[in-house]
């Protein structure tokens, strides 16, 4: 009979190579393209070696490799992002991809042979979906674990510090409205289906948990920030003073948040002026003012680009300046776009569900806590540019060795 392993063995290489194209191809796996080729690769040659021994008739079937890397490989996708539907796009792509391979092989075999390879991939590939299936359950589930514990203790502290105070509740309940009645509504529906059926497709469950796990993580976001405002009101937050090279922290800025600009295909151009190397402020304030700001400048841009720009104004001060070519702010909503939960009404963007409304807010707690100010400069349909000036000296701040 004849043995298609070696067929397969000699196309390895370019079945990974060819898969990693059409993954990357593939309009429904997003996550894929903010992955390096390594990253998207995994273990997939690993897998397609144990593939080669099951075909093989003189060697004993190496089911073993295929449960453990595919078990490795469902923890991987979870903390990679995936979700549900882009691993089984993956897993068909990966079906075609192999028999488009061997195809000419194939066609040379008996029917008998043809029928043994068929059965033996097919089998083989069910039994790497199911286990990775598995694996990706159990770790989007123990994030959703963590993210409850996580939310809990929040809670907790949100709820002390706001027994002193009512400002805002009203507008924080509409807000967590939303996100609290989908996690309610998801987890709900993911308990019954659960506890009343054996379901044979696991992928509508583990998309029920993605968007329970996504409303999390916007409820728990949107948590954070009413914090971080009531510490600074509380006046609990303490700046760290350390000489800081501004074009460091900008590059640390950019390269985060940079696969969201990709994802909108932004350019982000960055020019920073190079006497700024020893600048005394608060490292970790200064990067959250800028990631707040260019974050708020991807959100509200479609097309065009995110300009950072950093200089020396005088013996003094110096500025940082964020420009965007997004829906721009009306004239008379600038005045209050600092103010928490305000969102500007611009008939030319719609209703942002990322933002919590208080981004903004903190930037200008922070900017006032390192003694500088904030201006802002927009046209709507044109773009915004939001300017921070900040003093070289802090006023009676101590710094930190």
């Not at 004993?60 to 691993?87: M, N, P």
């Not at 195809?103 to 075999?109: M, S």
């Not at 805002?168 to 309610?184: F, G, Q, R, W």
């Not at 969102?343 to 933002?355: F, H, K, Q, T």
């Amino acid at each position: 009979m004849r043995d298609f392993s070696q067929t397969l063995q000699d196309k390895i290489e370019i079945i990974t190579q060819n898969w990693i194209e059409a993954v990357r191809a593939d309009e429904q796996i997003e996550t894929a393209k903010q992955l390096t080729y390594t990253s998207v690769r995994d273990s997939l040659p690993i897998v397609l070696q144990a593939i080669v021994t099951m075909l093989s008739q003189s060697e004993e079937s190496d089911i073993g490799t295929l449960v453990e890397q595919s078990l490795e490989h469902g923890t991987v996708r979870a903390k990679q992002g995936y979700d549900a539907e882009e691993i089984a796009r993956e897993y068909r792509l990966l079906r075609r991809v192999i028999f488009e391979a061997i195809e000419p092989e194939l066609l040379k075999g008996s029917a008998a042979e043809v029928n043994r390879a068929y059965r033996l991939i097919n089998a083989a590939l069910d039994e790497v979906i199911a286990k990775c299936f598995k694996t990706y359950t159990q770790e989007r589930l123990q994030e959703l674990q963590d993210l409850q514990k996580q939310l809990q203790l929040t809670n907790q502290e949100l709820t002390r510090l706001f027994r002193a105070s009512q400002e805002n509740l009203s507008h924080l309940a509409h807000e967590l409205k939303t996100p609290l009645n989908s996690i309610i509504g998801y987890s709900e529906l993911f308990l019954r289906q659960t506890n009343n059926s054996r379901l044979k497709d696991s992928a509508p469950n583990l998309a029920h948990i993605d968007k329970v796990i996504t409303n999390g993580r916007r409820l728990l976001r949107l948590i954070n920030d009413t914090l971080e405002i009531s510490r600074y009101d509380a006046g609990r937050i303490k700046l760290q003073l350390s000489t800081t090279n501004v074009r460091s922290a900008i590059g640390t800025v950019v390269e985060i948040i940079e696969p969201l600009a990709k994802a909108k295909n932004l350019e982000i151009a960055v020019e920073c002026d190079p006497v700024l190397d020893r600048v005394m402020t608060d490292y970790l304030r200064l990067q959250q003012i800028i990631t707040n700001l260019v974050s708020n400048a991807i959100r509200y841009t479609q097309a065009g680009t995110i300009s950072i720009k950093s200089e020396l104004l005088s013996e003094k001060h110096w500025s940082i300046c964020i420009t965007d070519t997004g829906i721009g702010i009306a004239s008379e909503d600038c005045d209050r776009i600092f103010m928490p939960y305000f969102r500007a009404d611009n008939s030319l963007g719609a209703y942002i569900p990322e933002s919590t409304g208080l981004g903004l807010a903190i930037v200008a707690r922070l900017v006032n806590l390192l003694q500088g100010k904030i201006e802002l400069v927009s046209e709507v349909g044109v773009g915004s540019s939001f300017t921070v000036i900040f003093p070289l000296e802090l006023d009676g701040v101590e710094i930190q060795e």
